[in-house]
């Protein structure tokens, strides 16, 4: 894909708050798009992937985890159900909730898509070197660290 960035001033071209817009909008296009190529979105992968690396959790857990509104994670919770990637169980410890948990196909799922985003990673940041990735890494992390407290 290729991106053309619109002709703004040079004067809004050149602030952090624009170029970090248009670079979001850029790396959502690609991650979209790579996602679609499982026929799945984002809200699907932050859920098998928090099962895949935190395990099985209630349903409101889950959007807690996730930070997925809940009516958001019932709609994506019954789509991957629907494919047979997660399966709904009672709580043993409280019968009125589920447990979401995944399958080995939701496992994989979770596993093949993780790797698109990488792939995602790998052509977004490709003018950077490692160390220029890891600190603009490290750069951003401290940005959405210090807002997310404010």
């Known amino acids: 894909m290729e991106f053309t960035a619109p002709q703004s001033p040079a004067g809004l ?32 992968y932050r859920l098998l992937a928090s099962l895949a690396e935190d395990g099985p ?33 009672p709580d043993p410890a409280d019968r009125r909730r589920n447990v979401i948990s995944s399958t080995e196909a939701g496992a994989d799922v979770a596993r093949r898509m993780g790797e698109t985003v990488d792939h995602v990673q790998d052509d977004l940041l490709a003018p950077l070197s490692t160390t220029e990735r890891a600190q603009l890494t490290r750069l951003l992390t401290r940005l959405l660290e210090h807002h997310s407290r404010h």
């Open 57 to 89: 959790a209630s349903q409101a857990d889950l959007g807690r985890r996730c930070g997925i509104d809940r009516s958001d994670v019932v709609a994506a919770i019954n789509d991957l159900a629907g494919r047979g990637l997660v399966v709904r169980a």
């Open 13 to 44: 071209r050149t602030t952090p708050s624009w170029l970090l817009n248009q670079a979001a909008t850029y790396a959502g296009r690609l991650i979209s798009e790579g996602f679609a190529a499982h026929d799945l979105r984002g809200y699907h």
